[in-house]
């Protein structure tokens, strides 16, 4: 029996179909010499099934400088897709091990040739540049995008079978909802009318739909200011430098407030802040419901707490839209706290989470695959970035903002509001601004660390926006050594294009591109990708998780109100509050879903699902990514003993890759 010269290991990719009964012929090419044709085959054995990995053992001719190989298939068998994803060869005389990542389907009698490591920039002397071409060509067809509403973010036509979710990260929220409801109980408390605000707090249970820490605190100002810090709407506050012309508040009203200080002495101090939302006016609600366009103003105090000054509900100054203050009367300026959050989380679920992390990441991890090869050092940075995304968009807006769907029923906007909401701000929405975190800080004026002290937000979410940039300018360095390299990159010159496209014209049309369509320098590019990932991963973790924290408790951050806002300062008692909020089935239902949404179901940022980077100097820079995302996690934690309130939402280790829930 002839001894063994190689042995190959053939991983198949845990996609639907993905398994084949199809034979599979290799190839193995050198610098010198090529092997024979080898049959891969195990005689009795299932080879190439779904999420399998094949070991044979082959006696061939002796090739030990494999520079790629050759694979191909035929179409015996009932089911002869395949989807491959990786083959490792060992050359048993020299000890070398050589690496092919396919991350392909594999279409019977055509010849794959990879290279070892598969990494490359496009080049016209590349002699598999064919192959290439032929591959995005057919990646064009199969990732269309387009706008689901005029003035939308584009997305893809049709979701290609690619994007599903693999067997071990099955995401059904229908069945999940019902699994909660029968495991918890919990709907045998949600018969009849509250009793008082007391009696909220008696629906839950230990475990599943626990009491989040957000019932504790929700009628403290202190908590209702931490709220613009510390939870998901985290980058919307500013630093006033003049007060909003809409807002009708006066020394005399605040200066008791203010701890004695005027309006013009708290902003020269840079202790005065505040949240102005003109855009929400006018936006579509649910049925009757209503929507206000309010003003928050907010002053930090000599304890550095960032504490509420004045709310006016809509921007007209008038007799009808007075400035609430905290000296008003208990359940009055409680009223207007409520309002002035239900607008605030709709702007929350509208945009900062589904429109600034979602539908933004969607369109560009769709030009993505259109324009860059498997083989582009780029895309195999995105990649696990991207991961269920498509997935889950098709998922969560087939579901939950689909018409008479839970934002219909849950939340005041609806689906229209939340879509008009969207369209409003992504025409202002820059990656180089809002994109950008130290710009987007410093837009707002919070940049300075010395500025609104207790930002947690920032001072997490800064430290991790610099190692992914470094992750990724020590990535670009090995493929770009010049700006002519990045000039003459067909490829990544085609993505920026697509990238600032109008979505009319097939394009993400996002604005504020470095280089506005055509990348000049590898810095350019670093601060396009350092956006994209640190969207994908660490915003969408700081919009995300603490939802249920928020919403779980609907008076410390309802989605939706019954009634009118108040229009004056009357003496209001607490069973305003109560008739204010949602119903208990519509409490029950947003509390399952943002249990739901909380949950984190994906590796940790820097633990990447799928492995694409295999060249050993890039290994390198994500061994120090990693290594890096560690020290920042372990420095998160003990400063997280201090924190009051803890912020363990940018934990690297509670920040997933990609946007998959």
Same mark, same amino acid.
């Given at each position: 029996?002839?001894? $063994?010269?190689h042995?190959?290991?053939?991983?198949?990719g845990?996609k639907k179909?993905?398994?084949t009964?199809?034979?599979?012929?290799?190839?193995?090419?050198?610098?010198?010499?090529?092997?024979?044709? /080898?049959?891969?085959?195990?005689f009795?054995?299932?080879d190439?099934?779904?999420?399998?990995?094949?070991?044979?053992?082959?006696?061939?001719?002796?090739?030990d400088?494999?520079?790629?190989?050759?694979l191909?298939r035929d179409?015996v068998?009932?089911?002869?897709?395949?989807?491959l994803?990786?083959?490792?060869?060992?050359?048993?005389?020299?000890?070398?091990?050589?690496?092919?990542?396919?991350?392909?389907?594999i279409?019977s009698?055509?010849?794959?040739?990879i290279?070892?490591?598969?990494?490359?920039?496009?080049?016209?002397?590349?002699?598999?540049k064919?192959?290439?071409?032929?591959?995005?060509?057919?990646?064009?067809?199969?990732y269309?995008?387009?706008?689901?509403a005029?003035?939308?973010p584009?997305q893809?036509?049709?979701?290609?079978?690619?994007?599903?979710?693999?067997?071990?990260?099955?995401?059904d929220?229908? $069945?999940?909802?019902?699994? =909660?409801?029968?495991?918890?109980?919990?709907?045998?408390?949600f018969?009849?009318?509250?009793?008082?605000?007391?009696?909220?707090?008696?629906i839950?249970?230990?475990?599943s739909?626990?009491?989040?820490?957000?019932?504790?605190?929700?009628?403290?100002?202190?908590?209702?200011?931490?709220?613009?810090?510390?939870?998901?709407?985290h980058?919307?506050?500013?630093?006033?430098t003049a007060?909003?012309?809409?807002?009708?508040v006066?020394d005399d009203?605040?200066?008791?407030?203010?701890?004695?200080?005027?309006?013009?002495?708290?902003?020269?101090?840079?202790?005065?802040?505040?949240?102005?939302?003109?855009?929400?006016?006018?936006?579509?609600c649910?049925?009757?419901?209503m929507?206000?366009?309010?003003?928050?103003?907010?002053?930090?105090?000599?304890?550095?707490?960032l504490?509420p000054?004045?709310?006016?509900?809509?921007?007209?100054?008038?007799?009808?839209?007075?400035v609430?203050?905290?000296?008003d009367?208990?359940?009055t300026?409680?009223?207007?706290?409520?309002?002035?959050?239900?607008?605030?989380?709709?702007?929350?679920?509208?945009?900062?989470? *589904?429109?600034?992390?979602? =539908?933004?990441?969607?369109g560009?991890?769709?030009v993505?695959?259109?324009?860059?090869?498997r083989?582009?050092?780029?895309?195999?940075?995105?990649?696990?970035?991207?991961?269920?995304? *498509?997935?889950?968009?098709s998922?969560?807006?087939?579901?939950?903002v689909?018409?008479?769907?839970?934002?219909?029923?849950s939340m005041?906007i609806?689906?229209?509001?939340?879509?008009?909401?969207?369209?409003r701000?992504?025409?202002?929405w820059?990656?180089? &601004?809002?994109?950008?975190?130290?710009?987007?800080?410093e837009?707002?004026?919070?940049?300075?660390e010395n500025v609104?002290?207790g930002?947690l937000?920032?001072?997490?979410a800064?430290?991790?926006?610099? /190692? /992914?940039?470094?992750?990724v300018?020590?990535?670009?360095?090995i493929y770009?050594?010049?700006?002519?390299?990045i000039?003459?990159?067909k490829?990544?010159?085609?993505w920026?294009?697509? *990238?600032?496209?109008?979505?009319?014209e097939?394009?993400?049309g996002?604005?504020? &591109?470095?280089?506005?369509?055509?990348?000049?320098?590898?810095?350019?590019?670093?601060?396009?990708?350092t956006s994209?990932?640190?969207?994908?991963?660490?915003?969408?973790?700081?919009?995300?998780?603490?939802?249920?924290?928020q919403?779980?408790?609907?008076?410390?951050?309802?989605?939706?109100?019954?009634?009118?806002?108040?229009?004056?300062?009357?003496?209001?008692?607490?069973?305003?509050?109560?008739?204010?909020l949602?119903?208990?089935a $519509?409490?029950?239902?947003?509390?399952?879903?943002?249990?739901? *949404?909380?949950?984190?179901?994906t590796?940790?940022?820097?633990?990447?699902?799928?492995q694409?980077?295999y060249?050993p100097?890039?290994?390198?820079?994500?061994?120090?990514?990693?290594?890096?995302?560690?020290?920042l996690?372990?420095?998160i934690k003990?400063?997280?003993?201090?924190?009051?309130?803890?912020?363990?939402w940018?934990?690297p280790?509670?920040v997933?890759?990609a946007?998959?829930?």
């Amino acid at each position: 029996m002839a001894s $063994t010269t190689h042995t190959v290991w053939v991983t198949t990719g845990d996609k639907k179909h993905a398994g084949t009964d199809a034979h599979v012929s290799v190839r193995f090419h050198g610098d010198k010499s090529s092997t024979n044709v /080898i049959k891969l085959d195990k005689f009795f054995r299932n080879d190439f099934e779904r999420g399998q990995k094949d070991t044979f053992n082959l006696s061939t001719k002796e090739v030990d400088d494999i520079n790629h190989i050759e694979l191909w298939r035929d179409s015996v068998g009932l089911k002869d897709e395949w989807y491959l994803d990786i083959v490792e060869v060992l050359c048993r005389k020299s000890g070398q091990k050589f690496v092919f990542p396919f991350h392909r389907w594999i279409k019977s009698g055509y010849h794959y040739r990879i290279r070892h490591l598969d990494t490359s920039l496009p080049s016209d002397t590349d002699p598999f540049k064919e192959q290439r071409e032929i591959e995005l060509a057919e990646m064009k067809q199969l990732y269309e995008i387009q706008a689901q509403a005029p003035g939308l973010p584009g997305q893809v036509k049709n979701l290609p079978s690619d994007e599903n979710f693999s067997d071990d990260y099955q995401w059904d929220i229908l $069945t999940k909802k019902i699994n =909660l409801k029968l495991t918890s109980k919990i709907q045998e408390h949600f018969t009849g009318k509250w009793k008082n605000l007391e009696d909220l707090k008696n629906i839950y249970t230990k475990e599943s739909l626990f009491l989040p820490d957000s019932a504790h605190h929700w009628k403290e100002d202190e908590y209702f200011g931490s709220q613009r810090l510390t939870k998901v709407n985290h980058s919307v506050i500013r630093l006033c430098t003049a007060i909003p012309t809409n807002l009708a508040v006066t020394d005399d009203m605040v200066k008791t407030i203010i701890e004695g200080l005027s309006l013009q002495q708290a902003i020269d101090a840079k202790r005065l802040f505040y949240i102005d939302y003109k855009d929400l006016e006018g936006v579509p609600c649910s049925g009757d419901r209503m929507l206000c366009a309010p003003i928050g103003l907010f002053f930090v105090n000599k304890e550095k707490k960032l504490m509420p000054v004045a709310i006016q509900l809509n921007q007209k100054p008038g007799e009808d839209n007075p400035v609430f203050l905290p000296t008003d009367p208990e359940y009055t300026w409680l009223t207007a706290k409520l309002w002035f959050n239900n607008a605030d989380c709709s702007y929350h679920q509208a945009f900062t989470h *589904l429109g600034a992390t979602h =539908l933004m990441m969607e369109g560009t991890a769709v030009v993505t695959n259109r324009n860059l090869s498997r083989s582009h050092p780029v895309f195999k940075l995105l990649a696990p970035h991207f991961l269920y995304l *498509l997935a889950i968009n098709s998922r969560a807006l087939g579901e939950l903002v689909s018409p008479g769907g839970w934002v219909d029923k849950s939340m005041s906007i609806g689906r229209l509001g939340m879509f008009e909401i969207v369209r409003r701000e992504v025409r202002k929405w820059r990656m180089d &601004v809002q994109g950008t975190l130290p710009n987007d800080l410093e837009s707002r004026g919070v940049l300075d660390e010395n500025v609104l002290p207790g930002y947690l937000y920032r001072e997490d979410a800064l430290p991790l926006y610099n /190692i /992914i940039k470094k992750y990724v300018g020590d990535y670009l360095a090995i493929y770009y050594d010049s700006p002519q390299k990045i000039q003459g990159d067909k490829e990544i010159q085609g993505w920026a294009q697509e *990238l600032v496209k109008p979505v009319a014209e097939g394009g993400c049309g996002v604005q504020g &591109v470095p280089g506005k369509g055509k990348f000049q320098t590898i810095d350019e590019l670093t601060i396009c990708l350092t956006s994209i990932i640190f969207t994908c991963s660490v915003a969408h973790a700081a919009t995300n998780f603490a939802q249920y924290d928020q919403y779980g408790f609907p008076p410390a951050y309802p989605a939706a109100m019954n009634g009118k806002p108040p229009a004056d300062k009357s003496p209001l008692k607490e069973d305003c509050v109560l008739n204010a909020l949602p119903d208990k089935a $519509t409490t029950l239902d947003t509390m399952i879903i943002t249990k739901i *949404l909380s949950d984190k179901g994906t590796n940790s940022l820097g633990d990447f699902e799928v492995q694409y980077i295999y060249d050993p100097a890039a290994l390198v820079v994500v061994e120090e990514f990693r290594h890096d995302l560690k020290k920042l996690s372990l420095l998160i934690k003990e400063k997280n003993k201090q924190r009051c309130p803890r912020y363990p939402w940018l934990d690297p280790e509670e920040v997933p890759n990609a946007i998959s829930i």
